[in-house]
C-alpha cells in the first residue's frame, strides 16, 4: 500500500517543481540553457532534414516513376527516426550542456526549502563548476549506456523480448529519476553509488516521479520545459524525503 502511494506521489513533485522554476531568482538558470539548447534542437533538426533531403535526392532518380509514393512513405518513418534520436541523442547532449546551470538551479532550490542564504551566483562561478558537472554528467553516461545496450540486445530476442520490453521501459523511467536526482546530490558531495542506493530504498517515489519526465522528455521542445522542472522537482524530493543535509 505505501509502496503505491509513493509512486502516486513522486507526479507531484514534477508539478511543483514547474511551479518553482517561474520564480524570478531562479529564471536565468532556466532561460539560459532553454536557449542553448534550443539552438542545438534547430541544428540538429536542420543537419537531420538535409541529410534526408541528399538521401533523397540520391534514392529517387533510381526509382521508376510509378514509385514515386515511396518518398510520401519515408516521410513518416524519418520523423520517427528523427523523435528517437532527439530522446536519445539530445537529451543527452542537452543535459551536458545545461549541467552547471541546472546544477545552481538545484542548490537555490534545495536553500529556498531549507530556509539558507547563500551568495549570489555570478557567471564565473557557474564556469568554475563546468568540469565538475560534465563529469557526473558522463558518469551517469557510463551507469546508463552498457544497461540499455543489454536491454535493446534483449528485445531482438524471440520470448525474452515479453519480458525486456517492459524492462526497458521501466529502465527509461529510472534513469529519468536518476539523471535528475542527481544534481543535488552531487551539490551535497554524495557519491554516485551512494545516490544510487538512497533511491533503490525509495524506488516506489523514484519511479513515480521519473514516468512523467520521461512522458514529457518524448515530446519535441516541451522537453526543454521538462528538464528545469525535473530539476527542481527531483531537488524537492530529494530534500523531502531524505531529512536532513549528509555532511
Do not use: C
Amino acid at each position: 500500500m505505501k509502496a503505491t502511494f509513493d509512486v502516486l506521489r513522486g507526479p507531484d513533485y514534477l508539478k511543483e517543481g514547474w511551479h518553482r522554476i517561474r520564480q524570478p531568482g531562479l529564471r536565468r538558470f532556466v532561460l539560459i540553457p532553454l536557449a542553448l539548447n534550443l539552438m542545438v534542437f534547430a541544428a540538429l533538426i536542420s543537419w537531420g532534414v538535409q541529410q534526408f533531403n541528399l538521401l533523397m535526392a540520391e534514392l529517387m532518380p533510381q526509382l521508376p516513376a510509378w514509385a514515386s509514393f515511396i518518398e510520401w512513405l519515408l516521410w513518416p518513418l524519418f520523423a520517427l527516426v528523427v523523435l528517437l534520436v532527439l530522446f536519445f541523442g539530445f537529451s543527452v547532449v542537452a543535459n551536458i550542456i545545461a549541467s552547471p546551470f541546472y546544477g545552481f538551479l538545484a542548490e537555490k532550490i534545495a536553500e529556498q526549502e531549507r530556509n539558507e542564504v547563500s551568495p549570489p551566483t555570478s557567471y564565473r562561478d557557474i564556469m568554475l563548476v563546468v568540469p565538475q558537472s560534465v563529469g557526473r554528467e558522463l558518469r551517469k553516461l557510463l551507469y546508463y549506456l552498457p544497461r540499455m545496450g543489454i536491454l535493446l540486445l534483449l528485445t531482438l530476442v524471440p520470448v525474452v523480448n515479453l519480458v525486456a520490453s517492459p524492462l526497458l521501459l521501466a529502465f527509461g523511467v529510472w534513469m529519468m529519476a536518476v539523471q535528475y536526482i542527481d544534481y543535488q546530490a552531487d551539490n551535497e558531495k554524495v557519491s554516485f553509488i551512494d545516490m544510487l542506493r538512497w533511491m533503490r530504498g525509495r524506488r516506489g517515489i523514484s519511479l513515480g516521479f521519473g514516468l512523467p519526465v520521461y512522458v514529457g522528455m518524448l515530446i519535441p521542445l516541451v522537453n526543454l520545459l521538462v528538464m528545469p522542472a525535473a530539476v527542481a522537482g527531483s531537488t524537492l524530493l530529494w530534500v523531502r524525503e531524505r531529512g536532513s543535509r549528509v555532511s
